[in-house]
């Protein structure tokens, strides 16, 4: 996609009017056209009007940057204004490491959401779940703070205290918890073994990703030996992140075909992506473990082995985001950048999962969740505002959720079951079974 560049300016008929050699380039008629300009020449008489008459002198620059976030952000969910601060910490975050707590979040109409907490860092650590609603930052209530500048609250130098008021669900009191924020590194891939089963946890895809999955695989095939089952990749809470890296860890398993397609708004836009032969798990069983906190990237590769049949997809439904986001500079990131969303992506077989998610083969609960929690305790795409709407029929068949034996206490049931699925799958010599 050609890189776009918009400089922002202090006059307001120079804001108008290079909006308008923009929106004369591409209107299809001039009566689009005239009607595009008479709605930026409201911008700016309006501009003008705030600059002579508001009470104290504003801030051009900051008056354009919100302008901008708010005419992207009502897009849809995912599609923001960075400004250039915000564009500058943001690249850390698939190639270094930055000062917090380890809270993936989401905001909508004022509510700031836990979407999940990354693995071993003080959120985690806290007891943090995804889901807890943010009710306040050190004691700032957070109404009307974009997403940006809540994730500015949360960060800071490591060692450096933050207290969050937050609520789990509807109608409890609030929790208060002490956090000490700490130095987050790009989530790494972890693993074990699980008896004879390799166990992987993807926490996150950014741009190491890949070459750990390669390395998790190595060391144990080196652990386990020929004795080795099969493979169960965590995939659960994983929020996503760079599309490359689920390209490249769902080819990991294929041995051809196509990985995942992304169609923009114009046909020449439309990119298929296909897997190489070779497969280094070596035709291994695999289990995916999914929930409502996976989304994006880990719905790509999820998508991918469930129509390849080459994985048992166990879980809940994923989160349903089935939308590719760009981040397009504006003067080479002098002037911050947007993060639009440009594409829809299709599993191979050619389904959106957009705010549908992915169906597990086999639904199991992790313990305490029930078909009937309210939606707004257990939130998904379909329930962000502005979110594209799904292509696919949404399917209103109740899912056969296997749940934790009554009275029985499991620490991670979602993962026992898949290790007791792998184990009688091999025993039935490749046959599919199912432990119900």
Same mark, same amino acid.
């Given at each position: ?74 897009? $849809? ?14 690249? +850390? ?6 000062? &917090? ?40 209530? !957070? ?27 509807? /109608? ?12 987050? @590194? +790009? ?7 699980? &008896? ?42 994983? /929020? ?10 769902? $080819?990991?398993? !294929? ?31 695999? +289990? ?44 080479? /990131? ?5 993060? !639009?969303?440009?594409? @829809?992506?299709? %599993?191979?077989?050619?389904? =959106? ?7 597990? $083969? ?7 969740? %029930? ?17 594209? +709407? ?15 034996? =009554?009275?029985?206490?499991?620490? $991670? ?10 184990? @009688? ?12």
């Amino acid at each position: 996609m050609r890189s776009m560049a918009l400089t922002a300016v202090g006059a307001a008929a120079g804001f108008a009017g290079a909006f308008f050699v923009l929106s004369m380039a591409q209107s299809a008629t001039d009566t689009d056209a005239q009607s595009t300009y008479r709605a930026l020449d409201r911008f700016g008489a309006a501009f003008a009007t705030v600059r002579s008459e508001y009470v104290e002198m504003p801030d051009d620059r900051k008056m354009i940057e919100s302008a901008l976030n708010g005419m992207i952000s009502d897009l $849809d969910p995912h599609s923001s204004y960075f400004d250039p601060k915000t564009f500058s910490d943001m690249q +850390v975050k698939t190639s270094g490491s930055y000062g &917090g707590i380890g809270l993936v979040i989401s905001a909508d109409q004022g509510i700031v959401k836990v979407v999940s907490p990354i693995d071993d860092t003080p959120a985690s650590h806290a007891g943090i779940k995804a889901g807890d609603t943010i009710l306040a930052i050190d004691g700032r209530g !957070l109404q009307g703070l974009s997403l940006d500048k809540v994730q500015d609250l949360l960060r800071g130098r490591s060692g450096t205290k933050v207290h969050l008021t937050l609520m789990r669900a509807a /109608g409890q009191k609030s929790l208060e918890v002490d956090l000490m924020r700490a130095a987050i @590194r +790009v989530e790494a891939v972890k693993f074990h073994r699980e &008896g004879d089963v390799g166990y992987i946890r993807i926490p996150a895809f950014n741009e190491e990703t890949n070459d750990g999955v390669e390395a998790a695989i190595k060391s144990l095939k080196k652990q386990i030996g020929p004795q080795l089952k099969g493979y169960i990749i965590d995939l659960r809470e994983d /929020g996503g992140g760079v599309l490359d890296q689920a390209i490249a860890v769902s $080819d990991d398993f !294929l041995e051809s075909g196509e990985i995942v397609s992304t169609r923009g708004r114009k046909p020449e836009d439309t990119q298929r992506y296909d897997a190489k032969p070779g497969d280094i798990a070596d035709g291994k069983p695999l +289990v995916v473990l999914i929930d409502g906190g996976t989304a994006s990237a880990s719905e790509i590769v999820a998508g991918a082995l469930q129509d390849h049949k080459r994985a048992t997809i166990v879980g809940m439904t994923s989160f349903g985001k089935g939308s590719v986001q760009t981040i397009i500079p504006l003067s080479g /990131g002098e002037d911050g950048a947007l993060h !639009l969303t440009t594409a @829809r992506y299709y %599993t191979p077989s050619g389904r =959106s999962i957009q705010a549908t998610g992915i169906v597990p $083969d086999i639904a199991v609960a992790q313990g305490d969740e %029930t078909a009937d929690v309210p939606r707004v305790e257990q939130p998904s795409e379909a329930d962000l505002p502005h979110h594209l +709407v799904a292509e696919q029929q949404v399917s209103t068949t109740k899912l056969n959720i296997t749940r934790p034996p =009554s009275g029985k206490t499991i620490g $991670d049931f979602q993962l026992a079951y898949a290790v007791q699925w792998m184990n @009688r799958k091999t025993l039935s010599q490749g046959g599919r079974v199912s432990a119900r």
